[in-house]
């Protein structure tokens, strides 16, 4: 088996870093499409432009990371620390977020577009001009969050805190599906309970989820 000298030496090399510290690493406009980071240490690291499409990011600390312009699509996030990242016009394109901190996160003009975010934290999170077209959200936490001219088509909210969260849109409940949500006022918003079988909604996209697993496993 290789050895090398430095973790960034061997993410180069293998395209995998599992368990490595890649602290303050300068990763910026790299191509690690379909890397394996799994519980890799990337606090504060320089992956502006990075390319980290259909990666598997389970366990990452990302932590004050700058990810501005990073493309992320497909990728896999479990149980991650993003706090306080710069993620300003990512693109998460159905990439599944699941059991995420993303808590004062700067996601301005992000792309999650027909993402799945489940369990994730972003209060107080910038989400101004993000889009969420066809976004799944369940059980996200947005409270106090700014969500000034995000783009809403679609977009299915399940148990969403919006709690003081700053939505200036006057569609956005016309835009998007509600179910349990408690709005910026406090008041819940089920309005979309008659118009979905939810536990259908939630068996399709577990199913999904475990297609694409699958599809990633063999490639």
């Known amino acids: 088996m290789a050895e090398y000298k430095t973790p960034l030496e061997q993410l180069k090399a293998t395209n ?10 300068d990763l910026e406009d790299a191509n690690h499409e379909g ?9 504060g690291a320089n992956l502006a432009g990075i390319n980290l499409s259909g990666a598997n990011l389970e366990g990452a600390n990302l932590t004050g990371a700058d990810l501005s312009e990073s493309k992320l699509k497909g990728a896999r996030l479990t149980k991650c620390n993003l706090e306080r990242a710069n993620l300003r016009d990512a693109d998460f394109l159905e990439a ?42 369940k059980e ?4 106090e969050a700014e969500l000034r001219s995000a783009i809403s088509q679609r977009t299915i909210l399940w ?22 949500t408690v709005m910026p006022d406090g008041k819940i918003d089920n309005s979309s309970c008659h118009e979905f079988d939810w536990m ?3 068996m399709n996209r577990k199913q999904k989820n475990k297609a694409d697993e699958e599809k990633q496993k063999q490639s």
């Open 35 to 43: 890397a394996d980071l799994t519980n890799a240490n990337l606090a």
């Open 140 to 143: 996200v936490d947005l409270k």
């Open 96 to 137: 599944r977020l699941v059991d995420i901190n993303l808590t004062k996160a700067d996601l301005e003009s992000i792309s999650f577009e027909k993402a799945s975010l489940i369990r994730v934290t972003l209060m107080g999170a910038n989400l101004t001009n993000a889009n969420l077209s066809g976004t799944f959200l």
């Open 16 to 25: 995998a870093c599992i368990n490595c510290d890649l602290r303050g690493a």
């Open 200 to 202: 259908e909604v939630e």
């Open 159 to 180: 148990e969403v805190n919006l709690i003081d969260a700053n939505i200036t849109d006057k569609d956005f409940s016309n835009n998007v599906f509600l179910y349990k």
